[in-house]
Structure formats: C-alpha cells, structure tokens
C-alpha cells in the first residue's frame, strides 16, 4: 500500500485511497487498483498513438476509468491555464464597449462599484492572480518581490471614480483593497466600504462606538491571521490597539472601515455594478452583494472590466478585457468629464492622520507617506521616528510588501515544505 501512495499520486487521489479505508471490499479493491493504475496511465497517454507499445496499448483497454480520469484531468488543466490568461480587447472592440459602458453609465439611477487588486497596480502595487501576483508568485514557491507602500499614490483609476462620485454617477463603492488609495484620492468615507480593511488605520474596539486612528504608515507590521494587535494603544482608554485587516479564512465584524451595512444597503439598490480590476472569487462569495434575491429579470445590470475570466463572465451584460486606467480614461471621455489629477496638498490623509504619542515614535519602521511639497518641516511623529533619548536613530525604514497578504499562504508553504524534507 505504501507504494501505492508515492510522489505519482494526487492530493485527491491520496483522499481517495483514505475514503477506500473506511468503506466495504467491495468498493475498496477498485479503488485502489485505479489508484495504483493512474501514474502508469498518466505516462503512456503522454506518449504519442504511435509510440505507445502493444503492451501499453492493452494496459489502456483494461483500464478505461482510469484512462477517463486522466484525460478528463487534462482537459480541467488547460482550461485553468487558460483562464489565468490575460487578454486583452483590440482598440476598436475596446472603444466599442466603453460607448456601451458609457450609455449605461448615463442611464443608471444607482451605480455601484467593486473594486481589487487590478486598479492599484499602476501603483506598483501586486495583485494577487495576476501573472506576477503575490498568490501567483506564492504557488510557484518565488519570494515576494516587495513595495513600498509609503510611496503608493492614488492611480487614474482612483481618481476617475471619485469624480463621477462628485457628478453623482457612482453612488458606493465595495473595494477589496486595503492600500487606503480610495479614501487618499478624495472619496468620502460614508461612500465606502473597505470589506477587508484599511493598512493605514487602527482602532480601539474597547471604546463605543470604535475609535479610529489614522496613521501616515502600514500599521499591519506586527499583524497577521488572527493576531491582530499593533503595539500601540488607545489614548482615550488606554486598550490595545488593532489593526482592521480581514485575512482569509476570518470574518469581519468591525462596523468602520468594513462598512458592510453600507455595501449590503447600495447592492440593494443598484442597477448598475462596474466590477474593476477584481478576480471576483472571492467577492461571488458574497451574496449580499449580487441582489441573488431579486428575480433574475431584476437583478442589476453587470459590467466586468478584467484582464483575466472571472467566474461571473457569464453573467455579465458585457465583458471588457483591458487595464482599468485605459478604460476609465476612455470612459471619462465618452462622459465628456475631466479626470481630476491626484494633488498631494489636498490628500485628505495629512490632516486626518493621528500623531503617535512621544512614546510610540519607535513603535513601526515602516515607510512614512511622504508629506507635500512645503511641508517637509512637519513634527517628527508625522514623519519619521525621533532619535532616542541616548542620541542613536531608529532604525532605518524597511521596504514592505504589506501585512495583509502572504502570511496564511506563506505559512502553509513552510510546514508542507518541513513536512516533505
């Protein structure tokens, strides 16, 4: 049985010969055999017709479950690959559907918008499926190349979509984004529900309702999966501090900056979801925010604007494949509506920021937001850590690659890679 189980065999068939366990000998034995079968058979069909031999050709006849597993595994493998695939639309059919886009735009009462990963990435921000994303990257066993997120900026995308907030286009938008682009390009935060959280603000949940603090860096340095404290601590009641990061595998329940109540009443009231730069695996999951309990003549409209499938294609009233910022820029010229550009000075973070107190200036090493142009004076705790009370420098900022992503994923690889040495 030992032999039965080596390097050939597949996570599912491994369950396979488990299940075999418990069941009957008479459901046992098959099984086993077309276990033990699937390696060899996985050879030969490899093989071309014509280089099989006469005895790998019989081995196929008697064992023709096995021959339609593998087969049927091919066919499952391609189709993967091809849907991790970019594509891109050309610029006539690109155009095309922008103009369709653009009616739609004009006709909805209440647009609501899904944002990920893809609209940051101008930012130099990973994704996380994209073909250099950090789960892409993750799954090939390649090291996270890492960003420094203080340097991040609100993208055209961003910004496009604050302004037809301001032209009463857009009415909410659901991001799955933690960088806090949203809030630092000009959106209100009663317009936004960040559904996994926001890197640059940690909160006091022992105060009612939860204080906020926004900082001027990461603060998801000290966190992780479940482990959420920041090291620093409320300056109202003196509890911990928390960062307000949903990993995979948790839920939220912080009322701010989730704001689940404001995604699920907007989903209700939409015609209209522009779905930008999003994967939509994880977001489908969600069904609060595809209105599943309205007739499906009811349901609002659908636009996907992605460079990769997502699973909700065939749902969508039309599919753009392109970069979010090619897009929202053609977008905003068929709205004949000017793209406001990102201005540091009015970024809303320099006046919302909470300093840290003398005794937390040690507390991070990450980047700081550069400050505007003129302001580079500022205190130290709003830009940098102080030098200690002996004279020495804290220590120098680290680039990062953001807390909020790869620790769970990262974890897992170590104790399979311990498990297999």
Same mark, same amino acid.
């Given at each position: 049985?030992?032999?039965?189980?080596?390097?050939?065999?597949?996570?599912?068939?491994?369950?396979?010969?488990?299940?075999?366990?418990?069941?009957?000998?008479?459901?046992?034995?098959?099984?086993?055999?077309?276990?033990?079968?699937?390696?060899?058979?996985?050879?030969?069909?490899?093989?071309?017709?014509?280089?099989?031999?006469?005895?790998?050709?019989?081995?196929?006849?008697?064992?023709?479950?096995?021959?339609?597993?593998?087969?049927?595994?091919?066919?499952?493998? /391609?189709? $993967?690959?091809?849907?991790?695939? +970019?594509?891109?639309?050309?610029?006539? +059919?690109?155009?095309?559907?922008?103009? $369709?886009?653009?009616?739609?735009?004009?006709?909805?009462?209440?647009?609501?918008? *899904?944002?990920?990963?893809?609209?940051?990435?101008?930012?130099?921000?990973?994704?996380?499926?994209?073909?250099?994303?950090?789960?892409?990257?993750?799954?090939? !066993?390649? &090291?996270?190349?890492? @960003?420094?997120? /203080?340097?991040?900026?609100?993208?055209?995308?961003?910004?496009?979509?604050? %302004?037809?907030?301001?032209?009463?286009?857009?009415?909410?938008?659901?991001?799955?984004?933690?960088?806090?682009?949203?809030?630092?390009?000009?959106?209100?935060?009663? %317009?936004?529900?960040?559904?996994?959280?926001?890197?640059?603000?940690?909160?006091? %949940?022992?105060?009612?309702?939860?204080?906020? *603090?926004?900082?001027?860096?990461?603060?998801?340095?000290?966190?992780?999966?479940?482990?959420?404290?920041?090291?620093?601590?409320? /300056?109202?009641?003196?509890?911990?501090?928390?960062?307000?990061?949903?990993?995979?595998? +948790?839920?939220?329940?912080?009322? $701010?900056?989730?704001?689940?109540?404001?995604?699920?009443? %907007?989903?209700?009231?939409?015609?209209?979801?522009?779905?930008?730069?999003? @994967?939509?695996?994880?977001?489908?999951?969600?069904?609060?925010?595809?209105?599943?309990?309205?007739?499906?003549?009811?349901?609002?409209?659908?636009?996907?604007?992605?460079?990769?499938?997502?699973?909700?294609? #065939?749902?969508?009233?039309?599919?753009?494949?392109?970069?979010?910022? +090619?897009?929202?820029?053609?977008?905003?010229?068929?709205? #004949?509506?000017?793209?406001?550009?990102?201005?540091? &000075?009015?970024?809303?973070?320099?006046?919302?920021?909470?300093?840290?107190?003398?005794?937390?200036?040690?507390?991070?090493?990450?980047?700081?937001?550069?400050?505007?142009? !003129?302001?580079?004076?500022?205190?130290? #705790?709003? $830009?940098?850590?102080?030098?200690?009370?002996?004279?020495?420098?804290?220590?120098?900022?680290?680039?990062?690659?953001?807390?909020?992503?790869?620790?769970?994923?990262?974890? !897992?690889?170590?104790?399979?890679?311990?498990?297999?040495?």
């Amino acid at each position: 049985m030992e032999a039965d189980t080596g390097a050939g065999v597949s996570r599912a068939e491994k369950k396979a010969l488990d299940k075999a366990k418990i069941v009957g000998p008479a459901v046992r034995g098959p099984v086993v055999e077309l276990c033990a079968v699937l390696p060899q058979v996985t050879r030969i069909l490899k093989k071309a017709e014509d280089e099989r031999t006469e005895e790998e050709a019989r081995t196929l006849l008697r064992h023709p479950s096995a021959v339609e597993q593998v087969r049927g595994r091919s066919v499952r493998s /391609g189709q $993967q690959r091809r849907r991790r695939e +970019e594509v891109c639309d050309g610029v006539e +059919e690109l155009r095309t559907k922008v103009s $369709q886009l653009a009616a739609a735009v004009r006709c909805a009462q209440h647009l609501v918008v *899904y944002t990920g990963a893809g609209i940051s990435t101008a930012a130099s921000i990973p994704d996380y499926r994209g073909p250099n994303g950090v789960w892409t990257q993750l799954q090939k !066993g390649q &090291a996270v190349s890492s @960003s420094d997120l /203080g340097r991040a900026e609100p993208t055209l995308t961003h910004m496009c979509i604050k %302004a037809l907030h301001q032209q009463n286009l857009v009415k909410h938008v659901v991001s799955q984004n933690c960088d806090g682009l949203h809030l630092r390009s000009g959106l209100p935060q009663h %317009a936004l529900s960040e559904l996994h959280g926001n890197m640059l603000i940690e909160v006091c %949940a022992s105060c009612i309702p939860a204080r906020e *603090y926004v900082r001027m860096f990461d603060v998801t340095e000290r966190t992780a999966l479940r482990r959420h404290a920041t090291g620093r601590r409320c /300056g109202r009641c003196g509890a911990e501090l928390r960062d307000t990061i949903v990993h995979f595998g +948790e839920r939220g329940t912080l009322e $701010q900056p989730l704001n689940w109540s404001g995604a699920a009443a %907007a989903a209700g009231s939409a015609d209209l979801i522009l779905c930008l730069g999003s @994967s939509l695996k994880v977001l489908k999951k969600y069904a609060c925010l595809w209105s599943m309990n309205r007739p499906a003549k009811r349901r609002p409209l659908l636009f996907i604007v992605n460079l990769q499938w997502t699973p909700k294609d #065939d749902l969508a009233t039309l599919k753009i494949n392109g970069r979010c910022d +090619e897009v929202m820029e053609l977008l905003m010229e068929e709205l #004949d509506l000017q793209i406001p550009p990102y201005n540091k &000075a009015e970024d809303p973070i320099f006046h919302q920021a909470t300093p840290l107190r003398p005794e937390e200036e040690l507390s991070h090493t990450r980047c700081l937001i550069a400050p505007p142009a !003129g302001q580079e004076d500022q205190p130290p #705790d709003a $830009q940098g850590s102080a030098p200690d009370a002996q004279g020495h420098a804290p220590p120098a900022p680290q680039p990062v690659q953001g807390g909020w992503f790869g620790r769970g994923f990262s974890k !897992g690889r170590k104790r399979k890679k311990r498990k297999t040495v």
